[in-house]
């Protein structure tokens, strides 16, 4: 097995692309993607932490949840999680994040890249509440380049179509916490019941 190292190795295989290409990447948000992030129910956030290590971490709520202020600056609310606060420690840490908002049944996706800090404003909070709460705080990105991707990963997985849709499954965090912790089968059932009560909440 051979490492690619460098740039020149890289386009070697997959080659340069076209003159128009690079004209689809703004430094702000274009009338389309502030219209798309207004109909986005979902995205993935990206950060990474004083060490470089990077983590991606979904985020979701009501279509248009992140507030668009300008076409610089998003507001993305915070609700009630399991307080790991992963990608917000690594935001204190690296104040840099990448987002990938989604939008069912659209094959393309809007990527947008960013300074970012954690602020509060009660007026805001209020703003932006969902199901009877404000928001705990907020993220607030100061976006530096955004540009759509094209279709081909959500055409390629067929992830629209109902019909390559495997069968609903869960995963079990019993299952997943009690084999760290020495717990047995029972452990396992009454937590994943407890997080199936606490998702009502979400609802």
Request: aromatic share 8%; glycine share 6%; with cysteine.
């Amino acid at each position: 097995m051979e490492s690619i190292r460098t740039l020149e190795q890289l386009r070697d295989i997959v080659g340069e692309p076209s003159e128009l290409t690079p004209n689809k990447i703004y430094p702000h948000l274009s009338e389309q993607a502030t219209d798309f992030i207004a109909r986005s129910p979902f995205l993935v956030m990206a950060t990474v932490d004083a060490d470089g290590m990077p983590t991606a971490s979904p985020k979701g709520d009501h279509p248009g949840f992140v507030h668009v202020q300008d076409r610089h600056t998003l507001f993305m609310p915070e609700r009630k999680g399991n307080r790991l606060v992963i990608s917000y420690q690594n935001i204190m840490a690296t104040p840099k994040v990448g987002l990938i908002f989604v939008l069912p049944r659209c094959s393309e996706s809007l990527r947008v890249s960013g300074h970012a800090e954690l602020v509060t404003d009660p007026d805001l909070c209020q703003q932006l509440s969902a199901r009877g709460a404000p928001a705990l705080l907020l993220l607030k990105v100061t976006v530096t380049e955004a540009y759509f991707q094209c279709g081909k990963a959500f055409i390629r997985s067929d992830l629209w179509n109902p019909d390559a849709w495997p069968e609903a499954s869960r995963v079990s965090f019993g299952r997943e916490i009690g084999s760290r912790i020495g717990k047995d089968d029972d452990f396992a059932a009454d937590l994943d019941a407890q997080v199936l009560e606490r998702y009502k909440d979400s609802l």
